[in-house]
């Protein structure tokens, strides 16, 4: 057989190093190394071509290329934030980028310490007991909050309770969580872009493990009523889950102060910025639930000098250990990112986090008030107030709309046969009154 | 997978007793150290938390833009300024270590070299797009999707592969729950998944997340499937076979052919555990060994950083029978040159990520596989093989099995293979999975990968040799040379403080 063996450049070693190591191992060939039967080898070819470096760098350069040029004003569970170079500078460091999960703590001391730290800035921010050190995102958060009220109240029922505007995506994320231990997803009226919360007791019995709610939802609009929602959901003994994001929990009341039990979201609204989705999934929730909770934890030890370390903990809930019995099969995690969305609130301190937050709120209500003033088109729909996003009614079909936009180069979402969505964030802020203008144009 | 005893249910895990300062002289490696890491200190104690520099709490005030009935009060974080973060973040790097720190030989974790060009082309202005944006405005994105489909599906032999799983246990789920749709579309009420007892701790964790009973096998004397034992365990409750090859053990299933027809004679499926593809490509591919569907751990396989732990990426292939049982949304090729769309599959499963899935992992596994190409992959997994052959011959600990393909299990014997693996710390170099598969007593489990050179594995082995021959109260006194000293996690475990508010009570 005709193989070419020198192939990766990312494999050191040349000819006489294989040789020797052939002659150790007792094989004359590398191929004799394959103890795999005649039928099932493989003696075809991928058909993919190698490049230089130069050349594979400029493929993808190419292909991407292949996007359009827009000016985005879209969120909807992805944000945009400008993130500080110092992030992406100091979550480069080949000792954290490299790195695998903390098994071994005593050469992994900076990242557990990272992570610890990420931990209790969601604890800060959500006034709750105990974070995880990450979910995939915001959507598998959801769905492992669905798993965990189902263990903590075996007792009462099996019914998932989700706003009716959940987003899609989210929504079928949660339905997959949901299948395997036969949990319902039902959804409960909105009113306003906002809980109706005579909607929602009505539909609240003692069958329902798990409501949930987000602040900001997913129209951009705030909670006005979140206490009644989570007394509601004490007085059916239900688990009250709320959806937010690092930004907006800065200034937005305080979620335990609303009796929730459990915070998921998008960790990953600082420290990301927009990668097609990608992003880290936040999780908080009481002590009470602490061994029922999925994923990694990272907690304080003490070291043979009896000087404080950290080390990751109670991996009893954890797949490598409890197998079909663990909290979740999540291993692989996103630590990388959370450790992005710590230095991103590190660089911000506390006044920066929460000026962002409060921009959030001001850059949504004056664009809407703006656009409210184009002929054709009304903002915000709903009487609320909006912290980032909010939707819009246009008199012309939202997806022509949309699609002149993009001709003028803009990106927003249609949400609507005459409903937009639109976003705005520090990231885009400067492109506001060329935005307001296209819109003024094809509205 | 595993590498620690379970840390509040160990009867023998704890630290040992705390000796007195000064001691590490008496211990400390002679030669063949690769690496020691820094050890920052400030009165006595190693680098403070953020919140210990400075805590700041500010009050939302009458200036806010809300009404105080929707804001929190006040908010309390650390206030530091850009060169002392810089500072705080870089002597945390200092404490950790990363493959390009040194071997990393972590079994059944592949953690080799992430070439630098693929950070560059993944940061790339034209890869941070919105995934609602519109198909047509996203013809670059669709288009690398659907060529990194394409180079999956060739490299696994499979024929349609959705990018959308998030990490390898995402794929899994993806997998388990693709051909639970598909049982379930034939009106086939199929309660079982099979796995064997040496298999990933991810796979039983699937199963039983995904709503199946699970039913452990147990493996033969070589190591390998038992095929008794299987023909005994399938049978018109199997829906699944979970399988990785070759397994943990770093044995081919030769097997392969009977295994695949005895589970397809019950009606069940063969889902291949993407985890050790780094051993067969170019030489073997699941699809051609009758894996129905499979998923990839690009972060493994296709060197993409690992992050401390994440994020990775985890595509699901399948046979053209199982292509309708996607996750939504799916991208492909339209027929008339009008470019590339995304659409929902007939009986799609639905989704397993909120969006597309981690895509600038996904970014950065294409321009690896492109670089490396048909002769570079093969040669990836032939270098693999070799060095852990190679690394396996030149140690003194007893390696049972065999022949090996990328990683093999060798056994710590009478020693303790987790005060093993601290000691080997101490030798500069990262020490494998320990106690796992537990196949094996006292593993060891070892996979060098391709990137570490005959002289890199010959440190290895020597650091591996040194630590043989050391004798229980030495194994026990390790690590001397690390960030930190030996961590007591049973403590940890018994009094969890787990953010700095738990530290002020």
Sequence with gaps: ??????????????????????????????????????????????????????????????????NDELTEFMGRGHYDHYVPALVEDLASRQEFLTSYTQYQPEVAQGFLQALFEYQSMLVELTGLDVANCSMYDAATALGEAATLSQRVRSVSGDRILVPDQLREGKRDVLAAYADGPDLSVETYPTDEGTVDVEGLADALDGDVAMVYAENPTVSGAIEPELGAVGDLADERDALFVLGSDPVALALLERPADVGADVVVGEASALGAGTAYGMGAGLFATREAYLRQVPGRLVGVGEDATERRAFTLTLQTREQHIRKERATSNICTNQALLALRTAIHVATLGPDGLVDLAEDCVVLARDLAARLDEVSGVRAPVNDRHHFREFQARTDQPAAAVASDLESAGFAVHVVGEHRIQVCVTDANEPAVDRFVDAVTEVA | ??????????????????????????????????????????????????????????????????????????????????????????????????????????????????????????????????????????????????????????????????????????????????????????????????????????????????????????????????????????????????????????????????????????????????????????????????????????????????GGGGPGAGPVGVTEELAEFLPTPHVREQGDDSGYERYEPDRSIGKVHGFSGNWLVLVRAFAYIARLGDAGLADASARAVLNANYLASQIDYEVPYGPFHHEFVASAGEQDAADAAKRMLDYGVHPPTTKWPEIVDEALMTEPTEAESRGSLDDLAAAFDAVAAEDDATLEAAPERTAARRIDQVTAARDPRLSWHALED
């Excluded at chain 2, 210990?52 to 309390?76: A, F, H, M």
């Excluded at chain 2, 405005?137 to 959705?162: F, K, W």
């Excluded at chain 2, 639970?180 to 309660?191: I, L, P």
């Design chain 1, 1 to 66: 057989m005709t193989r070419q063996t020198s192939g990766s450049p990312y494999a050191p070693g040349d000819a006489a190093d294989t040789e020797a190591m052939l002659d150790a191992v007792g094989a004359d060939g590398v191929e004799d190394l394959f103890d795999i039967p005649e039928p099932v080898r493989f003696d075809g070819e991928f058909g993919i071509e190698a490049h230089s470096e130069r050349d594979a760098r400029r493929l993808v350069e190419r292909t991407l290329g292949r």
């Design chain 2, 1 to 306: 997978m595993s590498d620690e005893t379970p840390d509040d249910a160990a009867p023998d895990g704890g630290a040992p007793e705390p000796e007195a300062g000064g001691d590490a002289e008496d211990h400390a490696p002679e030669a063949g150290t690769l690496y020691d890491q820094a050890r920052w200190t400030d009165d006595g104690e190693y680098e403070p938390l953020l919140a210990e520099k400075d805590s700041t709490e500010v009050e939302i005030g009458d200036d806010s833009p809300l009404p105080d009935d929707l804001t929190r009060d006040s908010l309390e974080l650390p206030a530091l300024a850009e060169p002392e973060l810089a500072r705080h973040y870089t002597r945390l790097s200092g404490m950790n270590y990363g493959v390009d720190s040194g071997p990393f030989p972590l079994g059944s974790c592949t953690m080799k070299y992430n070439p630098k060009f693929t950070e560059r082309a993944a940061a790339l202005p034209e890869a941070a797009v919105h995934p609602d944006r519109s198909a047509a405005s996203v013809q670059g994105t669709l288009e690398l999707q659907a060529e990194l489909q394409d180079y999956l599906g060739r490299i696994g032999g499979m024929d349609a592969v959705t990018l959308q799983p998030p990490a390898g246990a995402a794929g899994e789920f993806t997998g388990i729950r693709i051909a639970a749709a598909y049982h379930e579309a034939n009106g086939d009420d199929r309660t079982e998944v099979v796995i064997p007892d040496s298999a990933h701790g991810t796979n039983f964790a699937t199963a039983a997340m995904a709503g199946f009973d699970v039913v452990e096998l147990p493996s033969a004397e070589d190591g390998r499937v038992d095929i008794d034992a299987l023909e005994a365990a399938v049978g018109e409750d199997t829906a699944a076979l979970m399988l990785t090859n070759p397994n943990t053990l770093g044995l081919f299933e030769r097997d392969i052919e009977r295994v695949a027809e005895i589970v397809h004679d019950a009606g069940g499926l063969l889902y291949y555990d993407g985890a050790n593809l780094n051993a067969l490509l170019g030489r073997a591919r699941p699809g051609d060994m009758g894996f129905d569907v499979m998923h990839y751990n690009v972060h493994k396989t296709f060197a993409t950083p690992h």
